[in-house]
T-cell receptor, first 114, second 115 residues
C-alpha cells in the first residue's frame, strides 16, 4: 500500500451538479497531483499542488479546481458536471516537484455522471 | 507536443514466458520514466522506474531499458506468473517552468498470463 487514501470510493451525480473529492497524501509528502482516467485510457494530468499552491495545470477547464491544506491533503472540485466527467479520479503524492520524485497513487474515486 | 506511445495494447503469454512492452516519448527534456501496474478496481502501483543517467535497471524478474537518443524505453518481465496479469502503464515525467512535474502516460498494455 502507498499510504495515499481517497474518499469517497464511488460517487453518482447528475449532470450540472458539483462534486468534491478528497485525498490524503503519504506522510512527509508535500505535493499532490490529480489525474483523470477514462475507461480504457491512461491517466491524464489535471493539476498539481505544492505547499498549498497550484503550480501546474493540464488541459482541463476552470470548472475543475482544487485546494491543498496545511497538512498537504487535497481536494478536487468539479462544477457543472458533464457526462464526459465520468471517470476514475486519481491523486498521487510525492516530494518536491522537479526532482524526479516518485508519484504514489491512491486507489481512486470512481465518478459516474448521469 | 507531449506524447507517450505504448505498444502493444494487449499481450497474452504462457506462464513462464517473457513479456516485453515498449514505449516512445516525444519530449526530449523528459528525464524520469516510471512503470505502473494497475489491477482491476485499484490505483496504479509503481513497479520500477528509471532515470536518464542510466540505461538499464533490474529488480528481480522486472527490468527496464532506456535509449534517450531514440526516446525509447521498454519493460521486460521474465518468468511470468498468473499474478502478473494486469494493465501496465509507462509514463514520462515533464517538468514545466511553472514548477510542476507531471506524468504523461501511455494508453496501457493489458497483459494476460495463461497458466
Amino acid at each position: 500500500e502507498t499510504g495515499v487514501t481517497q474518499s469517497p470510493t464511488h460517487l453518482i451525480k447528475t449532470r450540472g451538479q458539483q462534486v468534491t473529492l478528497r485525498c490524503s497524501s503519504q506522510s512527509g509528502h508535500n505535493t499532490v497531483s490529480w489525474y483523470q482516467q477514462a475507461l480504457g485510457q491512461g491517466p491524464q494530468f489535471i493539476f498539481q499542488y505544492y505547499r498549498e499552491e497550484e503550480n501546474g495545470r493540464g488541459n482541463f477547464p476552470p470548472r475543475f479546481s482544487g485546494l491543498q491544506f496545511p497538512n498537504y491533503s487535497s481536494e478536487l472540485n468539479v462544477n457543472a458536471l458533464e457526462l464526459d466527467d465520468s471517470a476514475l479520479y486519481l491523486c498521487a503524492s510525492s516530494l518536491d516537484p522537479g526532482q524526479q520524485e516518485t508519484q504514489y497513487f491512491g486507489p481512486g474515486t470512481r465518478l459516474l455522471v448521469l | 507536443g507531449e506524447n507517450v506511445e505504448q505498444h502493444p495494447s494487449t499481450l497474452s503469454v504462457q506462464e513462464g514466458d517473457s513479456a516485453v512492452i515498449k514505449c516512445t516519448y516525444s519530449d526530449s527534456a523528459s528525464n524520469y520514466f516510471p512503470w505502473y501496474k494497475q489491477e482491476l478496481g485499484k490505483g496504479p502501483q509503481l513497479i520500477i522506474d528509471i532515470r536518464s543517467n542510466v540505461g538499464e535497471k533490474k529488480d528481480q524478474r522486472i527490468a527496464v531499458t532506456l535509449n534517450k537518443t531514440a526516446k525509447h524505453f521498454s519493460l521486460h518481465i521474465t518468468e511470468t506468473q498468473p499474478e502478473d496479469s494486469a494493465v501496465y502503464f509507462c509514463a514520462a515525467s515533464i517538468y514545466s517552468q511553472g514548477g510542476s512535474e507531471k506524468l504523461v502516460f501511455g494508453k496501457g498494455t493489458k497483459l494476460t498470463v495463461n497458466p
